[in-house]
């Protein structure tokens, strides 16, 4: 007689389930059982895992989780769902979980736990109506199992009553027995006192193990666990009794039914009863994955929701003839026809799997942001769909770029394709929340993630549970890394810089047990999290299909992840935040701020009128692709803030490639890859772009697609088109032969060589392939492997590149406020004010009257600041958000307040702290609130020492213990009462102050009061050696790249001590020292900017604080 475990937590039962479900579903397959369950803690986290596994074993799914109860009585019931009942016992399940999760309309943290569900009120949907959809089972933990224990017998029965009065026929007492001392729970005497109950309330009784591990070894790892749940150390709380929550084979648990039966003073044949009842409840909770889950049918948004009113299928073919208009008004004849093709290729491939509703509800979320003035972008394969550009979800146009859209969708894949959107950074969560609002929370969820141990976190869980040292373990934490905690004992005797962690394991048996019980935990769940992009859209129903739960931004959030979302058919839309298009939103609108009107827009600068509105905004969608200024400043590899291409790597790349045309900066961003650059693709494109050697295509059938690459193989899609020309299959069969190269490498080349061999042309007669071909064209894709990159992406990223650039080139100001707005890049800010001003854009300095929580761009008036400012031109005002120790509440109430007439107007409007007021002064933005027009004329202006001296008498005197309020003294005009003859900080002194309050330099470069020392030694100036570029035409490669510059002596001591060899062995805590070494640098100006950032620290005369940021 077979045996099906009813009560098993997996691993997804966060800090209490130890075994992966798949391994536990693989455990009672080869025991020959015909059902597998799964019931994990507050959810359905491992269910899917669960049943695709089950499918794969041919054995019958069987669905629970076990929840909390509230009131008065609390405990834990485990809820199984009913199969064979089209669905409404998953349904109800769901709903039941959700409900105990508040519906996940709460804001949670990681640690939260659900509120659970009322005892004396349970759900009414776990009765359908031709009966109970579900079953409770009430075990050792739940209120009865509770008053059992204690011995009070009146108030189990009382309970179990009351239990069967609200869900009648849906109530089972779960017997287990862990063999616990004699009159605990789940002790021998236990489990029999719970079947006498059952059988005199002529309840069902059901035998279970409650499964928490696969072997009894994994005990071990279960207290662990348990230490991190509750946050304390083994020893702390009381531990599990024994081991005895394995999953245990069916002769085991049929020896304990009789056991149980015994001990009870029940007839025998009870504990044959006991098994029966437990397989009869199996087989009523066996699942059937197309009736009950409806697996892997789409479930989207009802048509009504979305606007269509008739056929979907018909109404996307009108939208996609309405994008064909509007996209494509402006191209002949020929290639109207071209496009009309395509576009019925993809639709009947789209309405042939039935995913019309699909494309038509992205596209109406696209809609949806563009109403909100949201920028957005679909990145990916989707760019690869004239669809998606015809409905707008995209933006570029896969026609002009030779995108596949088989490579997206072909007819051999099923399953809902991704369509990923970039969205404005500062404005997602906006999104979400638009988007819950047009179609309801009963259709709309975020998609969760399960975070789960690392090397790292399994070492501090580890050592937490064994009390260890919290030096010791933060020590041995932070020096493990790059490697699975699976591996820690393996690397230990193969890494020699971690010879001092193997030293203490060596030494300390406890060292010893904490690398065993890091390895346990290596992989397991830790806890669930808000996916950073994933947006889940369902029907009306989508609450029966996945439940939810609590998000940290209130949202609710599906219990399903992105490995979870095929396979219930449920559409996951990914909105990224971007900060780039936040950037380039905002440039957008200084740009119509500053500028105003349509002419004011186009004429300051090169830029055509067609792409400006009436009203003078920018469609940057729209701008050309052909700009030679934009390209001219690509090439000069002055591309800090532009999109893909700022990093140092990228713009070695950049000025190597000399891109003249927009489809070299597609190849740029796909050749710096991982997959492209290790697959050696980088040199043979440039030799041939820049005519060091000749394009070879393999063959010349190749030629038409191969010739914007130079003859070099780097995209998905140049794969596609090779296996389809010489297999002649179709382009969405070519997709999964690429597909199935890397695993399956000899069955693709044995299916190559024949169908290639056997090709022969229609109209000649002949074979257009050799054999020496077919070798050539092979060797050349076996090369390719994974190694190539989808060019549709490489499309998709393209496009913010060239806005980004092109907005860079001729709105310099605007484009770098964004910039230091929405920090999307990788530089810091000092660097980027170091940019602004090789651009020529003045850098305009703190001011409480004009600068705001944004940077903003201003018209220089008056006199200049410096002798390169000049009047009328834009500059950009530095933010008050960089102000270190302001709180967003003291920057709104100077933004409130502005404009100020004095200090002490400021500080009566504002409220400054006294630190922030003394900041404020040290950088200068007071200095306008210091001098009146007739203070002016009689005494001179005061000076930012003045101010300072001023400042810190007025914050002395508040001080006071006399005055307890810390007020500073009001005057009716501080103006004619600031001293003037102050000593004035220099400019070497400013620059300290400005490193140390905004983390940035204004005054002047960190290098500029090292000039005359380097001078003396002959430092060559940058600007220098980029002034002795080569032309391009005559370089190895075209590179316009300069020689290297010659670093200072600031920058070539830095340089001198970052070593590129294999780390340092670390130090354990007793010698641990704090190391000020640098790793190898990016270039010598970011060298010697850093050098000098510490000098600068180091000479100044007042300690102050040490934070700077890298660069």
């Given at each position: 007689?077979?045996?099906?475990?009813?009560?098993?937590?997996?691993?997804?039962?966060?800090?209490?389930?130890?075994?992966?479900?798949?391994?536990?579903?693989?455990?009672?397959?080869?025991?020959?059982?015909?059902a597998a369950a799964v019931t994990d803690r507050d959810g359905l986290y491992g269910a899917v895992r669960h049943i695709r596994r089950s499918i794969a074993a041919g054995v019958s799914p069987v669905v629970g989780a076990e929840l909390g109860l509230t009131g008065e009585h609390p405990g834990r019931v485990t809820v199984l769902a009913h199969g064979g009942v089209q669905g409404q016992g998953w349904a109800a399940l769901s709903r039941l979980i959700s409900a105990s999760h508040g519906r996940g309309t709460a804001r949670s943290t990681a640690r939260s736990a659900p509120a659970g569900i009322p005892r004396t009120r349970p759900p009414a949907f776990l009765l359908g109506e031709d009966g109970p959809v579900g079953t409770v089972m009430l075990g050792p933990d739940s209120d009865v199992g509770r008053a059992v224990a204690a011995g009070d017998h009146a108030l189990a029965s009382r309970h179990l009553t009351e239990w069967s009065r609200l869900l009648p026929g849906a109530v089972v007492v779960e017997v287990v027995c862990h063999y616990t001392e004699p009159g605990e729970s789940a002790s021998l005497?236990?489990?029999?006192?719970?079947?006498?109950?059952?059988?005199?309330?002529?309840?069902?009784?059901?035998?279970?193990?409650?499964?928490?591990?696969?072997?009894?070894?994994?005990?071990?790892?279960?207290?662990?666990?348990?230490?991190?749940?509750?946050?304390?150390?083994?020893?702390?709380?009381?531990?599990?009794?024994?081991?005895?929550?394995?999953?245990?084979?069916?002769?085991?648990?049929?020896?304990?039914?009789?056991?149980?039966?015994?001990?009870?003073?029940?007839?025998?044949?009870?504990?044959?009863?006991?098994?029966?009842?437990?397989?009869?409840?199996?087989?009523?909770?066996?699942?059937?994955?197309?009736?009950?889950?409806?697996?892997?049918?789409?479930?989207?948004?009802?048509?009504?929701?979305?606007?269509?009113?008739?056929?979907?299928?018909?109404?996307?073919?009108?939208?996609?003839?309405?994008?064909?208009?509007?996209?494509?008004?402006?191209v002949?004849?020929?290639?109207?026809?071209?496009?009309?093709?395509?576009?019925?290729?993809?639709?009947?491939?789209?309405?042939?799997?039935?995913f019309a509703t699909y494309f038509l509800t992205v596209a109406d979320v696209c809609s949806l942001m563009r109403d909100m003035g949201v920028r957005n972008q679909a990145r990916g394969s989707g760019a690869g769909s004239l669809v998606n550009y015809l409905l707008r979800i995209s933006n570029v146009d896969p026609l002009e770029h030779d995108l596949l859209f088989e490579r997206f969708l072909g007819k051999v894949r099923s399953t809902l394709p991704d369509i990923d959107i970039d969205v404005e950074s500062a404005r997602r969560h906006e999104v979400y929340h638009r988007v819950f609002e047009r179609y309801g929370s009963n259709r709309v969820t975020l998609l969760s993630m399960q975070n789960t141990y690392r090397a790292r976190g399994a070492a501090r869980d580890a050592g937490l549970a064994l009390d260890l040292d919290e030096q010791q373990i933060d020590f041995?934490?932070?020096?493990?890394?790059?490697?699975?905690?699976?591996?820690f004992r393996e690397v230990l005797e193969t890494k020699p810089e971690l010879k001092p962690i193997a030293d203490l394991v060596r030494d300390d048996p406890s060292i010893d047990l904490l690398v065993d019980l890091t390895e346990r935990l290596d992989r397991l769940p830790r806890h669930i999290s808000m996916h950073p992009c994933g947006v889940i859209l369902g029907d009306s129903d989508l609450l029966s299909t996945s439940p939810v739960q609590p998000s940290g931004m209130g949202l609710p959030m599906s219990q399903f992840d992105k490995d979870d979302i095929d396979d219930m058919g449920l559409l996951k839309l990914d909105i990224l935040g971007v900060r780039m298009q936040s950037t380039m939103a905002y440039a957008l609108e200084e740009i119509h701020r500053i500028h105003g009107t349509r002419s004011a827009v186009a004429g300051g600068v090169p830029v055509d009128a067609r792409y400006v509105h009436r009203d003078g905004r920018i469609e940057l969608d729209e701008i050309p692709h052909d700009d030679e200024e934009t390209f001219q400043a690509i090439r000069t590899t002055h591309t800090l803030g532009m999109f893909q291409i700022e990093s140092p790597g990228q713009r070695e790349l950049i000025g190597k490639m000399q891109p003249d045309v927009y489809e070299d900066l597609i190849a740029d961003i796909s050749l710096f890859r991982p997959g492209p650059m290790k697959g050696n693709m980088v040199a043979p494109f440039l030799d041939t772009k820049h005519g060091i050697t000749r394009p070879d295509y393999l063959h010349p059938r190749f030629a038409p697609f191969l010739a914007p690459t130079f003859g070099v193989?780097?995209?998905?899609?140049?794969?596609?088109?090779?296996?389809?020309?010489?297999?002649?299959?179709?382009l969405a069969e070519a997709d999964e032969l690429r597909r199935n190269m890397e695993r399956q490498d000899t069955v693709v080349e044995a299916a190559f060589r024949e169908r290639t061999a056997r090709h022969v042309d229609g109209r000649t007669g002949v074979r257009p392939f050799s054999d020496a071909d077919v070798e050539r064209v092979w060797k050349a894709l076996k090369g390719f492997g994974s190694f190539g990159f989808c060019k549709a992406h490489g499309a998709a990223f393209a496009l913010p590149t060239w806005q980004s650039a092109w907005l860079k080139t001729?709105?310099?100001?605007?484009?770098?406020?964004?910039?230091?707005?929405?920090?999307?890049?990788?530089?810091?800010?000092?660097?980027?004010?170091?940019?602004?001003?090789?651009?020529?854009?003045?850098?305009?300095?703190?001011?409480?009257?004009?600068?705001?929580?944004?940077?903003?761009?201003?018209?220089?008036?008056?006199?200049?600041?410096?002798?390169?400012?000049?009047?009328?031109?834009?500059?950009?005002?530095?933010?008050?958000?960089?102000?270190?120790?302001?709180?967003?509440?003291?920057?709104?109430?100077?933004?409130?307040?502005?404009?100020?007439?004095?200090?002490?107007?400021?500080?009566?409007?504002?409220?400054?702290?006294?630190?922030?007021?003394?900041?404020?002064?040290?950088?200068?933005?007071?200095?306008?609130?210091?001098?009146?027009?007739?203070?002016?004329?009689?005494?001179?202006p005061a000076s930012r020492g003045d101010v300072m001296a001023f400042v810190r008498r007025l914050t002395a005197r508040a001080a006071r213990p006399a005055d307890p309020a810390g007020q500073l003294p009001l005057f009716v005009d501080d103006r004619d009462l600031i001293p003037r003859g102050s000593p004035d900080p220099d400019g070497r002194e400013r620059v300290v102050a400005e490193l140390d309050i905004l983390q940035m330099e204004v005054t002047e470069h960190v290098l500029e009061s090292y000039r005359p020392m380097l001078d003396e030694l002959g430092v060559v100036p940058r600007a220098t050696c980029w002034g002795c570029a080569a032309d391009p035409r005559s370089s190895s490669r075209g590179s316009a790249s300069p020689p290297r510059p010659r670093p200072c002596a600031a920058a070539s001591a830095s340089c001198s001590s970052a070593s590129t060899t294999a780390p340092a062995a670390p130090t354990p805590p007793s010698s641990t020292r704090r190391s000020s070494g640098r790793g190898p640098c990016c270039s010598a100006r970011a060298c010697s900017s850093s050098a000098g950032a510490r000098g600068a620290r180091a000479s100044a005369a007042s300690p102050s604080r040490r934070r700077t940021r890298g660069t």
């Open positions: 007689m077979s045996f099906t475990h009813l009560h098993v937590a997996s691993a997804f039962s966060a800090h209490f389930g130890t075994t992966a479900p798949e391994t536990l579903v693989d455990r009672v397959a080869e025991r020959g059982a015909s005497r236990h489990a029999a006192r719970m079947m006498e109950l059952a059988d005199a309330h002529r309840v069902p009784a059901v035998l279970t193990n409650a499964v928490r591990y696969l072997e009894p070894d994994d005990a071990l790892t279960g207290d662990v666990l348990d230490a991190a749940g509750t946050l304390r150390p083994l020893g702390s709380f009381r531990l599990q009794p024994n081991g005895q929550a394995w999953l245990k084979p069916p002769a085991e648990m049929q020896g304990i039914a009789r056991e149980i039966a015994g001990t009870s003073s029940l007839d025998r044949r009870a504990g044959e009863a006991l098994l029966r009842a437990t397989e009869e409840l199996a087989d009523r909770c066996r699942l059937d994955p197309d009736s009950d889950l409806a697996w892997r049918k789409p479930k989207l948004p009802e048509k009504s929701v979305i606007g269509v009113t008739g056929d979907p299928d018909e109404a996307l073919w009108r939208k996609a003839e309405a994008g064909v208009t509007e996209r494509f008004g402006h002949d004849e020929s290639m109207r026809q071209r496009v009309l093709a395509r576009m019925r290729t993809e639709l009947q491939t789209i309405t042939g799997f039935g041995i934490a932070k020096n493990i890394w790059r490697f699975n905690a699976r591996e193989v780097i995209y998905h899609e140049q794969v596609i088109r090779i296996f389809a020309d010489c297999m002649q299959v179709s001729h709105y310099p100001a605007e484009f770098l406020a964004g910039i230091l707005t929405h920090d999307p890049g990788m530089y810091p800010k000092r660097l980027l004010l170091t940019e602004a001003r090789r651009m020529g854009v003045p850098v305009l300095p703190l001011d409480v009257n004009l600068s705001r929580g944004v940077y903003r761009v201003e018209r220089v008036e008056g006199e200049a600041t410096t002798g390169r400012t000049r009047i009328g031109e834009l500059g950009i005002r530095l933010s008050l958000q960089d102000v270190h120790g302001m709180s967003a509440a003291e920057m709104e109430r100077i933004e409130r307040g502005q404009p100020y007439d004095s200090i002490t107007d400021f500080y009566a409007k504002a409220q400054p702290s006294r630190a922030l007021l003394e900041r404020l002064a040290a950088v200068g933005a007071l200095d306008s609130l210091a001098t009146s027009a007739d203070d002016l004329a009689a005494r001179g």
